[in-house]
């Protein structure tokens, strides 16, 4: 119930931004908005439900305090929106045993779900916090580009890749899937889209795939075999692609696959461009630029339409998650 709540306000929000200038900071509050809703619709539902039992008792089993009980389904939440959020009885009484079990029952499940509530926002703004560190993280390690290959140009500064640099593919993949299962808990996590480009979940994903890619098909074989089949860039790249794999699964409606593909050409330069990088800072680069491209144009179909996908359902311009100049 929670996601498709989550999908229907996405689309309000959606549809709002349109009209408005400031685009991308009405679309920042969609997160926080969705959070109080959520728990509104929760409450709610609990009150409802209950009312959906007393209202059968309303007059009999269940009265007013010195005049008639009216038999109205209002009556019925008035009372049962009490017995929820208050220790206590108000102008409407049980008769009967069971009934006052039952509304002792809903008096202890209000007083759990203010408590529940209150751990889950605690919950979902910490996983929020250690996301946001991690995307940070990657921006930076980037130079503010978004371009993988001045990352990987950095931990190889030396013109060689050390244990370092594996223990860092590693941090990147666990990173991954602390993300994934933080999503996994929190559904509402992924709709929290904030200004700055460099949060995106998108781009996230995109420079860590984009890492991987490059590495298996822009290195050169002989000079970094330890790298190219250690077991880091396994992991990284398996957890990139169940996190991909799972994301749909979890967050993205059916038809978001449903969108213009990219030019490979486009990819082809990018990877061009990212072999010059290379090369410039002393890392031995594939003899063979041709096959390599065609390996890394190979690898990218394989991660890239859900990234394009995840991008474009939050509203996200392509050159936010990659540069026009990187592809």
Same mark, same amino acid.
């Given at each position: 119930?929670?996601?498709?709540?989550? /999908?229907?306000?996405?689309?309000?929000?959606?549809?709002?931004?349109?009209?408005?200038?400031?685009?991308?900071?009405?679309?920042?509050?969609?997160?926080?908005?969705?959070?109080?809703?959520?728990?509104?619709?929760?409450?709610?539902?609990?009150?409802?439900?209950?009312?959906?039992?007393?209202?059968?008792?309303?007059?009999?089993?269940?009265?007013?305090?010195?005049?008639?009980?009216?038999?109205?389904?209002?009556?019925?939440?008035?009372? *049962?929106?009490?017995?929820?959020?208050?220790?206590?009885?108000?102008?409407?009484?049980?008769?009967?045993?069971?009934?006052?079990?039952?509304?002792?029952?809903?008096?202890?499940?209000?007083?759990?779900? #203010?408590?529940?509530?209150?751990?889950?926002?605690?919950?979902?703004?910490?996983?929020?916090?250690?996301?946001?560190?991690?995307?940070?993280?990657?921006?930076?390690?980037?130079?503010?580009?978004?371009?993988?290959?001045?990352? @990987?140009?950095?931990?190889?500064?030396?013109? *060689?890749?050390?244990?370092?640099?594996?223990?860092?593919?590693?941090?990147?993949?666990?990173?991954?899937?602390?993300?994934?299962?933080?999503?996994?808990?929190?559904?509402?996590?992924?709709?929290?889209?904030?200004?700055?480009?460099?949060?995106?979940?998108? /781009?996230?994903?995109?420079?860590?795939?984009?890492?991987?890619?490059?590495?298996?098909?822009?290195?050169?074989?002989?000079?970094?075999?330890?790298?190219?089949?250690?077991?880091?860039?396994? +992991?990284?790249?398996?957890?990139?692609?169940?996190?991909?794999?799972? #994301?749909?699964?979890?967050?993205?409606?059916? +038809?978001?696959?449903?969108?213009?593909?990219?030019?490979?050409?486009?990819? /082809? *330069? /990018?990877?061009?461009?990212?072999?010059?990088?290379?090369?410039?800072?002393?890392?031995?680069?594939?003899?063979?630029?041709?096959?390599?491209?065609? @390996?890394?144009?190979?690898?990218?179909?394989?991660? +890239?339409?859900?990234?394009?996908?995840?991008?474009?359902?939050?509203?996200?311009?392509?050159?936010?998650?990659?540069?026009?100049?990187?592809?």
């Amino acid at each position: 119930l929670s996601v498709l709540l989550a /999908r229907g306000l996405w689309q309000v929000f959606c549809f709002g931004a349109r009209f408005i200038r400031q685009r991308d900071r009405i679309l920042s509050y969609m997160g926080p908005t969705l959070l109080v809703v959520t728990i509104a619709v929760w409450i709610f539902l609990l009150i409802l439900g209950f009312a959906s039992i007393y209202w059968p008792a309303l007059g009999n089993e269940i009265q007013m305090e010195g005049k008639a009980t009216p038999t109205d389904f209002a009556t019925a939440i008035y009372y *049962s929106g009490y017995s929820l959020v208050t220790l206590g009885t108000g102008d409407i009484t049980p008769r009967t045993s069971t009934y006052r079990l039952l509304m002792i029952f809903e008096s202890m499940l209000g007083f759990s779900v #203010l408590t529940i509530n209150l751990t889950f926002l605690q919950s979902v703004y910490s996983q929020l916090m250690q996301r946001n560190i991690f995307a940070l993280s990657l921006h930076h390690r980037t130079g503010r580009t978004a371009d993988a290959a001045v990352m @990987l140009a950095r931990m190889g500064s030396s013109g *060689s890749f050390d244990s370092s640099t594996r223990q860092d593919l590693t941090d990147i993949a666990q990173n991954l899937l602390n993300l994934l299962e933080s999503n996994h808990s929190h559904p509402a996590l992924g709709y929290f889209r904030l200004q700055e480009n460099y949060y995106a979940l998108a /781009r996230v994903i995109f420079v860590a795939m984009d890492t991987v890619t490059l590495i298996k098909s822009a290195l050169d074989e002989h000079s970094h075999h330890s790298l190219i089949a250690s077991a880091a860039v396994k +992991n990284l790249e398996e957890s990139g692609m169940q996190f991909l794999a799972e #994301l749909f699964e979890l967050f993205l409606p059916v +038809n978001a696959t449903r969108l213009r593909m990219q030019s490979e050409q486009m990819w /082809r *330069s /990018r990877y061009y461009k990212a072999i010059a990088h290379l090369a410039a800072q002393g890392i031995a680069t594939t003899s063979d630029v041709e096959a390599g491209a065609d @390996l890394y144009v190979a690898l990218r179909r394989q991660w +890239n339409p859900g990234i394009v996908a995840l991008a474009s359902y939050l509203e996200y311009e392509w050159s936010a998650i990659a540069p026009p100049d990187f592809g």
